[in-house]
């Protein structure tokens, strides 16, 4: 069953960010579901919010702590109910 969630968005060239709603999907394959309980913006996305001129939303909250709340079939390692740190990347650096 898919999820509600609240976000934190920043649009290009904006000053303030913005609070969304969206649905996320079940988890898939190796995917894991976090509900986050504590994040915030860091050094490295504000440098990235002051360059953020051009494409879609930069979400904004890469670092936080949370508990599992559903995993992808393909997950042995983690459960519902266990907690942890999360940290994602917000955008694809590619090495060509």
């Known amino acids: 069953m898919a999820t ?5 968005l920043h649009y290009p060239g904006a000053t303030e960010i913005e609070i969304a709603s969206v649905t996320l999907p079940d988890p ?3 995917q894991v ?7 915030g913006v860091c050094r ?3 440098s990235e ?3 953020h001129t051009t494409g879609g939303p930069l979400p904004l909250g890469h670092e ?28 694809t650096r590619s090495s060509g």
């Open 28 to 30: 898939t394959g190796h």
């Open 64 to 91: 936080g702590v949370g508990v599992v709340t559903a995993v992808g079939p393909d997950v042995d390692t983690y459960s519902p109910g266990d907690g942890g740190g999360v940290k994602w990347c917000s955008r």
């Open 44 to 46: 490295s996305q504000l």
């Open 33 to 39: 579901l976090v509900t986050i309980e504590s994040t």
């Open 4 to 8: 509600s969630a609240t976000i934190a």
């Open 49 to 51: 919010m002051s360059r």
